[in-house]
Each structure stands twice: as C-alpha cells, then as structure tokens.
C-alpha cells in the first residue's frame, strides 16, 4: 500500500541558493544536503528555535524540530510576485530563498506532506506554505528603491513552501525534481477548524 503517490508533476531546478549570516542568499550550481540540511547554511540544522510562526504551540526560543532547512519557491510564483510588484523580474537570492523549481503548478500550495524528490534521490518534505513577511523588504528596497514595502502584500499566497531533509543527496542546477503527495483525503473538519 503506497502512502505516497508519485505524481506527473515534474519541475526542473531553475535556481539553488545558500542563505549566509543575513536574509539573502548566494547562488549555487549544486547544494548537497545531509538530513541536518545543507553544511554551512543559516537554516541547517536537526534543530531550530522556535520563531513567531509557533508562538500558539510553544514559547518564543524552543527547540523544535527544524522544518524549515529548505526555502523553495516556485518560477511562476516568483515571476507573479514581481509582477504584482511592478517590476519586470525579483531575484531569488533577496528572498533567501535555497531554490526555484519550474513546472510545478500552484506549488506555495503543494499539500503539507509532500515530497519533492530529486534526480540524485535527495528528497525533500514539505512542511507547510512560507508565508510572507517583511524580512525581504529591506534588501528589496536596496536593489529597487521604492519598492520594499510592495512585496508582503504581492507575495501573500505566492511565497513558496519550507521544506525538510528525508534523504540526503545533492541537488543540482537543471535536475528534474518529481512531486510525489499524500495518498490521503482532504480532512472533512478542515473548515472548522480553520476558525
């Protein structure tokens, strides 16, 4: 019984990044990932302190499990961000983002679950949508004035997911990476809950 179903989706590496001391990340051609992410990367790490996005489950600082050691946006959603921006293109790197898959469709909204697997058979899970903030503002606003303040609300349901390791492997610039998603229903009290 297969729990997870590989899908035809199939997108390809368009971008790959490592994230430093700050919020931008810098372009790479390959980035090999242990199951703690990828060595020298802000995000790696078996764990992490636990942030604002977890503030209804645990005090601001615990260590939780880090699920959030990948940043991954889809090409579509980052052409449509800066087009609700007004402007023609907005580098990945700016986002700190750690990669740019083309081909997925509506992939900020890839069910929680998922798996993206990669040539190599790195594989990666997704943990929920990355919503926007107002970190990016600032270094947006530095490369195109005038403009920081547009991307939290022209990225709201366009940000990507956040995703971590299952299995290690390298992920490499051009690779085909297949979405492969919870052989589940969608949970009929999703609504209320939602409240």
Same mark, same amino acid.
């Given at each position: ?101 083309? /081909? !997925? ?12 697997? =990669? #040539?190599? %058979?790195?594989?990666? &899970? @997704? ?11 600032? /270094? !947006? ?12 609300? =022209? #990225?709201? %349901?366009?940000?990507? &997911? @956040? ?27 999703? #609504?209320?809950?939602?409240?």
């Amino acid at each position: 019984m297969t729990v997870l179903k590989p899908t035809d989706f199939i997108g390809s590496i368009t971008w790959l990044g490592l994230v430093g001391t700050g919020l931008a990340s810098a372009a790479q051609t390959e980035l090999v990932a242990s199951l703690d992410g990828v060595a020298g990367e802000k995000h790696a790490g078996a764990t992490r302190a636990s942030c604002s996005r977890v503030l209804a489950q645990y005090p601001k600082g615990s260590e939780i499990r880090n699920t959030r050691q990948f940043s991954l946006i889809g090409a579509e959603d980052l052409a449509e961000i800066a087009a609700r921006m007004g402007l023609a293109e907005l580098p990945p790197a700016l986002l700190g983002a750690s990669m740019v898959i083309k /081909g !997925i469709p509506d992939f900020s909204h890839i069910p929680p679950g998922s798996r993206l697997q =990669a #040539a190599s %058979g790195a594989t990666l &899970v @997704v943990d929920l949508e990355n919503r926007p903030c107002t970190l990016p503002a600032r /270094g !947006i606003e530095a490369a195109y004035p005038g403009f920081g303040a547009a991307f939290k609300p =022209a #990225a709201k %349901g366009r940000r990507g &997911v @956040v995703a971590w390791v299952e299995r290690a492997g390298a992920f490499r610039l051009g690779d085909s990476i297949r979405l492969h998603i919870p052989d589940q229903p969608v949970w009929a009290h999703l #609504a209320a809950a939602r409240r």
